[in-house]
C-alpha cells in the first residue's frame, strides 16, 4: 500500500483511523505505529475477546478508509489479504493457548 500511496498518506490514515477507533475502543491508544510498521505489544493485556474486536474494528475502519480513496476492488482484495493474515493469527494465539 505504501508502494502505491506513499509513505505520508499511510501515516495519514492511519492516524485517522486510530483516531475513530479510539471513540469505540479507548485501549485503540496502545497501538504505535511508525514508518517501520506497527506495534500490538501493548494490546497484551487485553482479554482475547476485547482484542479481536478492536483489532476487527482497527481494520475494517482502515478499509473503509481506503475503500473511499482506492476504489472497491482494491480495497476487497486488500479486506481478502487481511482475512488470510488474521486467520493465521487466530491458530497461532489457539495454539499458544494450548502451550501455557
Do not use: N, P
Not at 80 to 93: A, C, F, G, K, P
Request: charged share 30%.
Amino acid at each position: 500500500m505504501v508502494d502505491l500511496v506513499g509513505i505520508h498518506t499511510v501515516m495519514v490514515l492511519t492516524q485517522r483511523a486510530l483516531w475513530m477507533t479510539r471513540q469505540k475502543y479507548g485501549e485503540a491508544e496502545l497501538i504505535h505505529f511508525d514508518e517501520g510498521g506497527f506495534s500490538f505489544k501493548e494490546l497484551e493485556i487485553l482479554d482475547r475477546e476485547r482484542l479481536k474486536a478492536l483489532v476487527e474494528e482497527f481494520v475494517s475502519t482502515m478499509l473503509g478508509i481506503l475503500a473511499g480513496l482506492l476504489g472497491k476492488e482494491f480495497t476487497e482484495k486488500l479486506a481478502h489479504e487481511i482475512d488470510e493474515l488474521l486467520e493465521l493469527t487466530e491458530v497461532q494465539l489457539e495454539q499458544d493457548c494450548y502451550r501455557d
